[in-house]
Structure formats: C-alpha cells, structure tokens
C-alpha cells in the first residue's frame, strides 16, 4: 500500500484558543514542586478515536462551550510560565487559555488505524514549551475529522502539570461536562509543600538514580539527546498473557507475577540482546502511587524506583528477571528527586523517562474513562515525547472493542538504530507476529 506523504494525511489545519468562561482571578501563580519540574522535558500525547455516531453529538461548537466551563476549573492548563527572579519556573494562571486545533484526514478511522503507529504524531500538536515561555500553551487540543464520520480528539499535556493520572482526569472530566454531567472529579489544586527545601536541606539524600542531569535548555523546554528515537506499539491479547505465564513461570504458577513485570522482564531482555556496548543492567519503574494520591489529584504523584540487575541481563532467565523487577524495586524516589531539583533551586534541567532504560506502568489510568453522549472512544493511544537515550516501554489496557476484555497494549520508544533487532527479539519471544513486523 503506497502511502500519500505523512505531511498531507491530516491537512486543513485551523488554529484558535479557548480560555474559561471566567476571570479565574489577579495574580493567581501556581509553584509547581521539584517533581513538578523534574518533569518538564517530557510531553504526554494522547488520542482518542470515536466512530460517526459518538461524532454526532460533538460539533465544534459543543466542544468549545464544554471547555469555556471546564477550564474554569482546570484553569492552570491555560495559563503560561513565567520565571521569577531566581530562574525558578512558575506558571502565570492568566487565562490565555488552550491551545485548539481542527484539522481533516481522507482516510477512514479503520485505515487509520492499520497505518503505522508513529503518524498518531499528527492527531496531537507536537508543539513544546518555549523559546518565549509567556507565548506557549501548556495544553493542546486538536480534533480531526475523518472521512467515515469519526473523530478523534488529541491532547498534548506538558508533564510538568502532572503525570498521566491527571492528564486521563483532565480528559474525562471535559467528557463529561460535553455529556452536560456534572463532573465526577474536579482537579485538587493543593499547592506543593513550601518547607520541602528547608526538610531536605536537614537529611540530605544520595542522589536519586532514576534521573539525569542535561545540559541546560533554557526556554526551549526539550530533552537535548540527540540520538533519533522511534516509537512502535503491539497488543498482548488475554490469550497471549495466559500463554506467556505458563511458559515462563510453568503450569502451576506457584509464582505470581504481575503481568506488568512479566512483560516487562522479557523486553528487558529483548533489548539487553540487541543493545550495542553496555548493557541496561540499571532499569526505573513508574507506577502508580495508590497511597497517597488524592482524588482529582493534579501533580506527578507517580512512584519512580529502580532495580538493578547484577549480571550480564541478556543470560538471564525472564522469570529472574521479572522477579527482580517485582520484589527487589528500592524505594521511591521522589523525596531525593525533589532534594536534587531544589539543590538547584529548580533550574537545572533533567530527563526522567529514558534516563535509564524506564518501564512504565499506565495500567491503571482510565483511559477509556473519556465517555460522550454514552459513547466511549472505540481505541486509545498514549506515547511520551522527549524520552531519553536509553528509551521507555509503556504498558496501556487496551480497548475491549478493539483487542477484547483484559488486553494490553505495549508502546516501545527506542534509539531507531535498535528497533528492528528489538522486534525480532520480540518476535522469538511470541510477544510480536509477523504482521506486526511489517
């Protein structure tokens, strides 16, 4: 199949802004914490496709007048950053408001879907924060239409706002004001600890192994690794979870391992096999905090750790390694990255996601939560932008319309020069088919 140029698939392209229907207020700022700004040269991208009939309930006006009312609530998602006189990032709640995008594509949502995954790129903006800090959104929403009636609506969240939790919260709650709902969850604004400097400052930490240090960027908030990244994505039906469980840790499982670890422990391995000089012995994992998150929580409350392996990762058996990943994960980090960003007063920069080779854990977000007009999205694509040299595996549920009940959907962000090897890997290891090679 001979493919129209990337650049001409989603064309059309109309630009706009909309802000709350309200002044949200003088002088509001909000501080973001250290983890807050450990993060912010990541983005998260997401898209969320509808077929015709949960379409017709969304004209353009109707999205527009949804989010006039909930941005008077998510109001930080239209404001900009500023720096105070010390350097330190803060964002100006100044009601400048998000960033909206319409655009067309001639295929069909099902052609869409059988193209390669890399060009979900084009149904949600790419724009990064900066060079001018006061001019940049921190939330873009673009809406394409297809040619079949369907839709999908694409949101860019700077990771700085918080982590995928709330970006997913974010999203529902706009679906549900469109659904003319009242919101299940509204955003927790509860401003980070002031006294953390002064508290770190008197135990200090060893510095956290889950990040890295870069150069600095300035106002051009992007990772500056050079190294060219690419993106593929599979599904794990049920079926295939229960057949990997037995061959890896036998018929009676007397092992439980999570599934996350499991497949993780086999990509790890993947990429060990194929990777060229050292080998990723050290690996971070995000997950979820179900702890301490709050309900409508807005901040990057997810748990960074790592596990490090003690020999040669490619010799290992993948039941090993899954039991490494699973039972031998060191504390979490947050407390000595929030040391480490202070120590700086927030204005050095860093790379989590890639750092070390990262696994991160999205199982639980409710993606799928986004509901209009009782139609809920028919598939659900989530990657990360600015990952790190040594890469990021992502773990998604996936739709049940699309791949059946207790799926999940893998996204793999790697050095290009790595991918096809990783794939073969994967394919020996029955995680990948031959048509998901092509």
């Not at 750790?305 to 979490?332: C, H, I, Y």
């Not at 996601?353 to 199982?363: D, K, M, P, R």
Request: charged fraction near 20%; hydrophobic fraction near 35%; proline fraction near 5%.
């Amino acid at each position: 199949m001979v493919l129209a140029s990337p650049k001409n698939l989603v064309y059309g392209i109309k630009l706009s802004s909309v802000g709350p229907a309200r002044v949200t207020g003088s002088d509001v700022v909000h501080n973001p914490s250290g983890m807050d700004l450990a993060m912010k040269l990541h983005y998260l991208r997401g898209v969320y496709f509808f077929d015709s009939q949960a379409a017709q309930g969304l004209p353009t006006n109707r999205i527009k007048e949804a989010m006039f009312t909930w941005l008077c609530v998510s109001y930080r998602a239209c404001g900009r950053f500023r720096r105070s006189e010390s350097g330190r990032p803060y964002l100006k709640c100044n009601d400048c408001g998000v960033r909206y995008l319409e655009a067309q594509c001639d295929k069909t949502i099902d052609e869409w879907l059988g193209l390669d995954c890399s060009l979900q790129k084009l149904l949600a903006s790419n724009q990064i924060i900066g060079p001018e800090l006061f001019f940049s959104p921190v939330v873009l929403f673009q809406v394409t239409h297809f040619k079949c009636g369907g839709i999908s609506l694409g949101l860019s969240w700077s990771h700085v706002l918080g982590d995928a939790f709330a970006a997913s919260d974010f999203i529902n709650g706009l679906g549900q004001v469109m659904s003319d709902l009242e919101p299940s969850r509204l955003p927790n604004y509860a401003q980070p600890n002031t006294n953390a400097q002064q508290k770190l400052a008197k135990n200090p930490s060893p510095p956290p192994l889950s990040i890295r240090h870069v150069d600095s960027v300035g106002d051009y908030w992007i990772s500056p690794d050079n190294c060219k990244m690419e993106t593929f994505s599979f599904p794990v039906t049920a079926t295939q979870l229960n057949n990997l469980q037995v061959k890896i840790l036998g018929p009676i499982q007397s092992d439980q391992i999570p599934i996350f670890e499991l497949i993780c422990a086999l990509i790890w391995k993947c990429i060990a096999t194929v990777r060229e000089g050292p080998q990723p012995k050290l690996v971070t994992i995000c997950k979820n905090d179900t702890n301490k998150r709050t309900e409508g929580e807005c901040s990057n409350g997810q748990t960074i750790s790592t596990v490090e392996a003690d020999f040669r990762v490619s010799d290992m058996d993948p039941k090993e390694l899954a039991n490494l990943l699973a039972k031998q994960a060191g504390q979490n980090e947050k407390t000595r990255i929030e040391e480490a960003i202070e120590n700086e007063n927030g204005v050095a920069d860093f790379v989590v996601y890639g750092a070390n080779l990262t696994f991160v854990n999205w199982e639980d977000v409710d993606f799928y939560g986004l509901e209009v007009k009782g139609h809920k999205p028919v598939c659900v694509h989530y990657n990360i932008q600015g990952v790190g040299n040594e890469g990021a595996v992502l773990m998604l549920p996936a739709g049940a319309k699309e791949f059946g009940d207790g799926g999940r959907v893998v996204s793999v962000i790697l050095p290009e020069k790595e991918v096809f090897g990783v794939k073969s890997e994967l394919r020996k290891n029955d995680l990948l088919f031959g048509n998901e090679l092509e």
